[in-house]
């Protein structure tokens, strides 16, 4: 009788191949369980850039069209099963839209206007004045979206907005600043269509390039009669009204001597731009201001002078001891006071005080024309009638002033919130007790300058002088890349689908 032998090797064989193909089977699924969303990630990624790649051509052609070197243009877009729509109707101007407002620091509601101008319609209060300079133009988009990713195209940059929130510029707008004069074609998408898929789409754009200038234009029929250059505002915000306003923002911010605010709850950027303010010799007014000054500059001041000519009945006997001058900004303010004295038996204006507060420390600083220093009042008995006149000069080296305060000094110092160099010790009996003229406004200023624009007053009691005849002069350096120009257009595109 034959004895049946058991081999076991072969069920091993059949239980290590059920083995490694479990191992397997649990492999592949783990790498497409993480790594299907990645591959998902890199294909949106793929059809995203594509896109931006059709849209930075179509950019670029419609700047062909606009500008006149062929009135159509077309530009293939791969929907690749996301849409596309052409947003330039009057709903779609409502959330892609720009407003321009040139500020006068002469306006009766500037103060109103600038401690509120962080928002959209900021404006909207003052449109009833006589001097409101601003318009608004609408611009419209073309728009490629899939849920949350958007591409598109608006006031000629092309702008990509990612799911998380925040806009990324692929290509800039027609927003052309080179520190002296900011061009603006405001380019405005007309039309109202759509498509989805995965075909093939053609964008095609049409413009007469005819475009509409908007700034200068005095035209009293279509413009307004302050929109002039050069600038004689001193300052201009534009205000944009998009879903990329953070985009647009962040644009601005690169360019030179502008700053941008955000107002996050009606997505509108605020770019505040600082114009090259008016200089020279004006009639005595008795409000000015004067704007920003370059604080890397020692002397900033150039002139800053008062012609008085007294009036006809005080030119007998002329004595402007009621004047003065107050400059303001924020905490700090700086008061000239005027008196006359007579010296070496001639009549002469000087400072009586000056005397500078800051109350932030709740501290201040005063001085005093020093001995035998003063401005000399000129007089005249030609006929038909006596004259007198006289000119303070606030920036004068040969006049001195000299330290007359118990307090002690506070301001002089490094550069600091409240302190300006140079960094001196002012004491009583010191040799820097005693300054130029020259020397304390420029110091005193360049503070009330850190804190914004400066409110500059100028005010008399008793008539003594002829406001008519008299004058200011005002000349100083606010540093450079300052907007002296203005050039906006707004320009037609016809955009279509097929």
Partial sequence: MKTMLKNEIAVSSVIGISIILVISLLSIGLMLLYTAPLISETQEMAKAQKAEQAFTV?????SKASLGESPLQTTTLTLMGENVAVRGDDDSYNESRIMIIALSSNSDWYDGFYSQRGAWNAWKDYEIEDDFAGFNASMGKVRYYSEDRVIAYEGGGIWSRYPEGGTVMISPPEF????ETLTLPIMKVNGDDSSGGSSNVNINVRSSNTPVVLY?????NTGNENFTNPLNCEKIFIYINSEFYDGWAEYAETLTTTTAMLDHKNKTAIIEMDTRPAMGTFPLMHSFKIGRLNQSNSTPIGNFSFYYEASEKAADKFNPSDSSIVATSGKKTLIYSIDTKNIDSKKHIYLRSIKYTDDMVGMSEEWTSAPNNGFLIYTSNKPPKKTANTTIDLVSDSHLVKYNSASGDFSWGPVGSITMTPDLNIAMNNANSTQSLNNITQHYMKLLAKDGTIQCTWNQKKDQIS????TYTLIYDGGGGVLT?????????NVTLD
């Fill in 58 to 62: 179509f950019d670029s052609r419609t």
């Fill in 176 to 179: 052309h600043y080179n520190g």
């Fill in 216 to 220: 200068p234009n005095t035209d009293p």
């Fill in 467 to 470: 406001e008519s005849k008299s």
């Fill in 485 to 493: 120009y203005l050039h906006i257009t707004s320009n037609e595109l």
